[in-house]
């Protein structure tokens, strides 16, 4: 059977479930191939795999396990898990690879597969080209003297647990703290609040109860309005709220004010240096989409910032490059090399929480510093506009907005690296010019 070529993205493979995309066929395919890559460069592979709470995410589980026992890969089953799990339960169990069947926060239409490799970061270029460049060659199967074999972890959950509270200060607890929790109905579901109750605090859930079609939607971290609702209703002292699978958070105050990415980057940052010092610190990491105001403010904190393309795979590339430890996306995709390989929802939390609970203050009091530009940002279907990098009118006006913004603010326009969309945004100070810039451009297109 031929399939479409096979090219990941900056997140792995993902895609719409069914025929022409994310098929069991397909993911079989995808199965057998790693595998075999995985025998070139270790005698007895064994991978971990989990899944979010996708309907597809079984059946695809199934093909996934039955690709990697042909090729002779030994396979555990960690079941329903948070992505940040998988790539911990790599590492600490010395595993060839750790996969995860998730879209993250897409709705329960797109499923899709990503890659650890054995350090729990996520897998080389090197490694991911060799499967792409070998996924249409001729069937195989191992005989069965040599098939892979599978079984299951059933103590997944409890591990991660014990793993996001080892992260938490041991002389701090939650106590008397009542934190809303908002999980997406995804793959941390009940994991968090499982981790938040055993370190002290009173728990109230709002979406928690996955049924296979409910992952992402109205809820969690592209759904802030949810959880801020949430916070007032229930009068929480906090609210978390996470994506499908676990990896990208923000923060709800008692007021019901959200805390996004750049936000909570800064805070994490700002702690680093008051404990460890700037010199230790060093710099911090963001991407083409970090707020202009985010960038100024680590200037005027004496820190280096750095930005790398959009997507955590290139935030972790710099970190390593850099030997920094904090990077993280305006999405809320913090990598803390101090607590993980890869982002955590939960225990990036849970940093911000100790952050708060040992200076006493509020978190509005500790951005307080913090002067993000007004930020305007566009998606547009690239279906509609497949030549929108060779249109003249188009790169005419974005260099005219280019030149107007020069040293005030910023334009930037990206094709996404998980989603047919191709993103125009404007940051200024003035909120009403970046919306206008922002539209101006788009209309742009139509030229």
Not at 9 to 21: E, N, P, S, Y
Not at 59 to 74: K, N, P, R, Y
Not at 167 to 182: C, K, M, N, R, Y
Not at 269 to 286: E, F, P, T
């Amino acid at each position: 059977m031929e399939f479409k070529k096979l090219s990941f993205g900056t997140d792995g493979v993902r895609g719409k479930v069914g025929d022409a995309g994310i098929s069991p066929e397909f993911v079989l395919r995808l199965g057998m191939v790693a595998g075999k890559v995985f025998s070139s460069f270790s005698n007895k592979p064994s991978v971990i795999l989990g899944r979010d709470t996708r309907i597809s995410g079984q059946m695809l589980e199934s093909a996934l396990q039955a690709g990697f026992i042909s090729a002779g890969v030994d396979v555990l089953l960690a079941g329903c898990l948070p992505t940040p799990a998988i790539a911990y339960l790599t590492k600490s169990m010395r595993l060839t690879s750790g996969i995860v069947i998730s879209a993250s926060h897409n709705s329960y239409h797109d499923n899709g597969i990503k890659f650890f490799d054995g350090d729990g970061n996520k897998l080389p270029d090197q490694i991911e080209q060799k499967i792409e460049s070998t996924f249409n060659d001729h069937s195989f199967s191992n005989s069965s003297t040599i098939l892979g074999t599978v079984n299951q972890l059933n103590d997944s959950v409890g591990r991660y647990i014990e793993f996001c509270k080892g992260t938490f200060p041991s002389q701090l607890s939650l106590s008397g703290l009542h934190i809303i929790v908002d999980a997406a109905h995804g793959a941390s579901s009940g994991v968090i609040e499982a981790v938040l109750m055993e370190l002290g605090a009173r728990v109230t859930s709002i979406a928690s109860s996955p049924n296979g079609k409910n992952i992402n939607k109205n809820v969690g971290t592209t759904f802030p309005e949810n959880i801020t609702k949430a916070v007032i209703k229930f009068s929480g002292d906090f609210g978390i709220a996470l994506d499908g699978d676990g990896d990208r958070f923000l923060v709800v105050d008692d007021k019901g004010k959200i805390f996004q990415g750049d936000e909570l980057l800064y805070s994490i940052a700002k702690d680093m240096v008051r404990i460890n010092g700037l010199s230790n610190v060093q710099g911090v990491v963001g991407t083409l989409m970090s707020n202009f105001g985010l960038e100024k403010s680590f200037q005027d904190m004496g820190l280096e910032f750095r930005r790398s393309r959009v997507g955590d795979r290139f935030i972790a590339e710099m970190l390593r490059q850099t030997g920094w430890n904090l990077g993280g996306e305006t999405s809320g995709h913090i990598l803390n090399l101090n607590f993980h390989s890869t982002g955590d929802g939960i225990i990036n939390s849970l940093q911000i929480l100790a952050i708060l609970i040992n200076s006493d203050v509020t978190l509005s009091e500790w951005t307080d510093e913090l002067d993000l530009f007004p930020q305007f940002l566009l998606n547009v279907p690239i279906s509609k506009f497949p030549n929108w990098h060779q249109n003249q009118e188009f790169l005419r006006v974005q260099n005219k907005i280019g030149l107007k913004l020069k040293n005030k603010g910023r334009l930037l326009v990206r094709p996404s690296g998980t989603e047919p969309l191709l993103r125009i945004m404007v940051e200024t100070s003035n909120e009403n010019l970046s919306e206008s810039l922002a539209l101006e451009l788009k209309a742009s297109l139509k030229n």
